[in-house]
């Protein structure tokens, strides 16, 4: 989840019964407005992308890419400074404290990554998309 300092807030109008049948759905699961939200709005990006993923183009990218589906065994959870200190024993031009800016970045903006912060904001996870 984001850190609060970076987020934004959204503002709806829906009538009253919807919002109170939706409050008691969220009460029953267990879970807050918000986070029924922001769980749906992730569920609806995710329901969108692509089921199969051709590999980048740019060669770093790929390899990239690959070796984040490696270390995540086919696609999954990682933290993001050891998917930079990883990225940075599997190519050579590359360095840990460069990994994110030249492979990590680019491939989140491709959508082949989703970046996630903890809520107290001090580890980010990469969602490494198969």
Same mark, same amino acid.
């Given at each position: 989840m984001e850190s609060p300092d970076r987020t934004q807030r959204v503002t709806v109008r829906v009538p009253e019964n919807l919002l109170d049948e939706y409050d008691d759905v969220c009460d029953d699961r267990g879970v807050s407005r %918000?986070?029924?939200?922001r769980?749906?709005?992730q569920q609806t990006i995710e329901d969108c992308e692509m089921t199969t993923r051709q590999m980048p183009? $740019?060669? $770093?990218?790929s390899t990239? /890419?690959?070796?984040l589906l490696r270390i995540t065994k086919g696609g999954g959870w990682v933290q993001r400074d050891r998917a930079c200190g990883y990225l940075a024993q599997q190519l050579p031009d590359i360095d840990k %404290?460069?990994? /994110?800016?030249l492979l990590i970045k680019p491939l989140r903006q491709m959508g082949y990554l989703r970046q996630q912060v903890s809520d107290d904001g001090r580890h980010i996870s990469l969602k490494v998309r198969a």
């Open positions: %918000s986070e029924a939200i769980n749906h709005m183009a $740019d060669d $770093d990218l990239a /890419y690959r070796a %404290s460069n990994a /994110y800016g």
